[in-house]
């Protein structure tokens, strides 16, 4: 074995396994066990196949047809026409992170020697995961029920040899030309294994696991481009007091006010109002209320991760091989634990996004930005300033209000009325990836704005922390001056959040809040 590659067995995988294998291209290898488990439930179904009474899904066939007894000397062909009418997908090709993230899942349940798949199919599936094969899958084909088919399909069709993929250089190409050049053999289908490579919610899991790492970023992010906003519109940090946040006992919210708290500590702009000359006597909702918000949605996050980390211990097939022999109809491939979660996650992020689009309106309009020019212009009327970036971020915060209608509630009967109630999870999770999207955006054009005012509240000097965020943005994006090309410029803030500079940067400073 490898002592750098993820080692695949019946238990479960870690969200940090997915995303290192699916984003990081690290390296994956059954154990002993897992061959072990695979090879001895593959006589079950052996067993089952030479037997004259029918089994569903060794040899019958499928869905609405599985009345239908197989002959013997059908069942490769049977397998094979599965696979390729079940990869029936059609629109854009899904992220290659996405189809690597389903590979590793359907593999992982493979691991479980729950499915009858025999261990040549497994380890032609990891070495094809290895060698950075990637089928082409398309947007749509899964109803989030009876597995995610159409891109698991896919995959099997892959493994055969047929369809297209995208191999390790990114070069799309014929399957069979992939597989070759890799040393990797095709596979000849045999009784059960379409059904078991197809049978999962790998691509509803996958997009899960990988939209919380982002999220979990993302929120922190959010609390630093909070605390710069609530610094530059001459905000308080008292709000987020400790003693107060202990008022209401959320984990979430105790953890960004800390957090905000800490970005604005001994800062110069905070100290220059506090005095008794101030006049005002409470912020605004979108500055006073950001830990409760920001806070609740890191407990939604939290309470995702729980639904992921039981699936990820999860075995997902029909039918089933249990511990005896016996292969059971089930319908643990339904996915509405998954679906709710996916489509919970949209609603707190464009609760999040919301708000820090009201902050940056606030810091653009004379009325309420307590002294800053108005759109933060250069000279306001020749210069527009961020007044443009600001309509961006709200026709953004408008799509992800669109994209939290959940995608759950809808339920479309397929398979001559067998699959009568589907999940639609596959669609959740397609969204919250558009929406984790968005949030970026929209955090990328609060950073860029309340950078901006701080500059332009010299010669008052923001936060320590506050600072060093500004001058990291500052190596890729130049201070307050007149109108230039700020598209760029929005993309150059999205990459530093979207890479993990930003909240690296804030990191030194909020490293003891809790």
Request: hydrophobic residues 45%.
């Amino acid at each position: 074995m490898h002592d750098n590659a993820h080692r695949i067995g019946p238990d479960s995988l870690t969200r940090e396994q997915v995303v290192e294998v699916a984003r990081g291209r690290a390296r994956v290898e059954l154990t002993p066990l897992a061959e072990h488990g695979i090879a001895t439930t593959r006589k079950h179904i052996e067993a089952l196949a030479a037997d004259p009474h029918p089994t569903y899904g060794v040899s019958t066939g499928f869905g609405a047809l599985a009345v239908r007894h197989i002959p013997g000397d059908r069942r490769a062909a049977l397998q094979q026409s599965f696979v390729r009418s079940h990869a029936a997908g059609a629109g854009p090709e899904v992220e290659a992170e996405v189809v690597r993230a389903l590979m590793l899942l359907r593999l992982r349940t493979v691991a479980t020697g729950r499915t009858g798949v025999r261990l040549e199919t497994a380890r032609a599936l990891l070495a094809m995961l290895n060698a950075g094969i990637v089928p082409v899958v398309h947007e749509f084909g899964s109803l989030g029920c009876s597995g995610d088919l159409a891109p698991l399909a896919s995959v099997a069709l892959a493994l055969t040899g047929e369809g297209e993929v995208t191999d390790a250089g990114g070069v799309r190409r014929p399957a069979a030309e992939a597989l070759a050049d890799a040393g990797i053999e095709p596979v000849v289908l045999a009784e059960k294994e379409g059904l078991a490579l197809t049978n999962g919610t790998d691509g509803m899991l996958g997009m899960l696991v990988l939209a919380q790492h982002d999220l979990a970023a993302l929120l922190d992010v959010a609390d630093v481009t909070a605390a710069m906003s609530v610094e530059a519109l001459l905000g308080t940090d008292r709000a987020f007091a400790a003693d107060l946040q202990r008022l209401r006992p959320h984990p979430g919210q105790a953890l960004s006010a800390a957090r905000m708290a800490a970005m604005l500590a001994d800062s110069p702009i905070v100290a220059s109002h506090r005095g008794p000359d101030c006049n005002r006597v409470q912020d605004a909702y979108s500055l006073r209320c950001a830990p409760q918000v920001h806070g609740a949605a890191r407990d939604a996050v939290g309470y995702s991760e729980t639904v992921a980390e039981r699936e990820l211990a999860a075995a997902i097939d029909n039918p089933v091989v249990l511990d005896d022999g016996r292969v059971e109809s089930n319908g643990n491939f339904h996915g509405a634990p998954l679906a709710h979660a996916l489509d919970f996650l949209a609603i707190p992020l464009t609760d999040v996004a919301s708000m820090a689009e009201r902050r940056t309106d606030r810091m653009l309009d004379v009325a309420r930005s307590h002294g800053l020019p108005a759109f933060l212009a250069d000279d306001p009327g020749v210069d527009s300033g961020h007044m443009i970036a600001h309509y961006t971020q709200a026709g953004v915060v408008s799509e992800l209000k669109r994209l939290a209608v959940p995608a759950s509630v809808d339920s479309i009967p397929t398979s001559a009325m067998q699959e009568d109630h589907v999940s639609m999870g596959w669609h959740a999770a397609r969204k919250l990836r558009r929406a984790v999207d968005g949030l970026t955006t929209v955090l990328a054009v609060e950073l860029l704005t309340a950078a901006r005012a701080l500059d332009l509240r010299a010669p008052l000097e923001p936060a320590p922390a506050t600072a060093a965020v500004r001058d990291l943005l500052r190596t890729r994006v130049g201070g307050p001056g007149p109108d230039r090309h700020i598209a760029p410029e929005i993309a150059a803030t999205a990459e530093l959040v979207r890479s993990g500079a930003v909240r690296e940067a804030a990191a030194k400073y909020t490293a003891g809040a809790h």
